[in-house]
């Protein structure tokens, strides 16, 4: 991990430790400890949103992904999604490993790029609608000076991001991938001039092509968004439940306005690994606007990361032996002698 790394990760413990720190640990664990094993329901519950997304992924590939199925775009994306939670890589991370996974399950590796470099934007983009639902739920359920404030912060967020994924956008359909490779083999050239990176560049070049070529498939591109839109809306769910197990029922409006913000909050914070603190923070401001205590809405976002260890941890198990069984089989190749 980088030093930057390193340091936002420490401001994330010290928040998230002060935080519950700050409410009262035992009150916090108390109101925790009524859910029980429900918190394996919310994990199951889960699994739901995460095939809506892995449905996103799928219906990008082509006829040239015969052998590639939903079910490696589910694995690819529970895995994904895994290092994206618990490894200190960013948000880059998950979308990288997705990338390998589906090109050892046999997709040319430039597809898998355009095709998870697409389903990120599309999934972003409805992040972004999703979070300005929330928004207007807050303005039409809330009122004062308090609710006023959270709305103008979260469509503050909002803009800087649309203003980033747009420009990401312009990015992508002016060669975002090969103008990189230029660049870093052009830095990498002054220390190393021996190694040839023509060919890094002619592949990075290749990966824009595709993401061209998938971008003119107009009505795929425009399901995966509306499947992670609608993934977005049913993860509203798990926080539906997870409220009702910790003894704080309350409506779907409230559950959707929960969930739009608070994933908005996290995901401004997403140079935070897991935006940890953040997401806690964030409850603890958006509770107070729907009427629940304060430790419920700290052990709101524990029951998520309890969520998140119960399915991202096998899936970072799964993906090493994934990646073990790859290596193993790339070794025990037998060049064709003529």
Sequence with gaps: MSRAGTFLLSVGVVLFVALLGWQGFGSVAATLAVAGWGLVAVAVFH?????IDAGAI???????????????????????????????????????LMVRYLAQRGMRARDAAAIITISTTMQTVAQLLFALIGVVLLTGYATGGSSSSVSFAVLGVVGVIGVMIFGFYLAQRRGLFGRAMRFASGIAARFSKKRDWSSLVTRAEAVDTAVHDLYRERGRVAASFGLSLLGWIIGTGEVWLALDLLGHPVGWTEALLLE???????????AIPGSLGVQEGGYLLLARLVGLP?????????VK?????????????????????????????VPDID
């Excluded at 990361?305 to 990646?323: D, K, M, N, S």
Aim: net charge positive; charged share 20%; glycine share 10%.
């Design 294 to 302: 304060p430790e419920t809405a700290l052990a709101l976002s524990l």
């Design 305 to 333: 990361r309890a969520r998140e260890l119960l399915l991202g941890v096998p899936g970072i198990v799964y993906l090493h032996f994934v990646e073990k069984g790859w290596q193993r089989r790339r070794l025990a190749r």
């Design 47 to 51: 699994l739901v949103p995460l095939i």
């Design 260 to 270: 739009s913000l608070g994933q908005a909050i996290r995901g401004a914070a997403f």
């Design 58 to 96: 799928s219906i990008l590939f082509g006829r040239k992904e015969r052998d590639v199925t939903l079910r490696d775009a589910l694995l690819a994306r529970w895995a994904g999604e895994s290092a994206n939670s618990l490894l200190p890589a960013g948000q880059i991370g998950g979308p990288m």
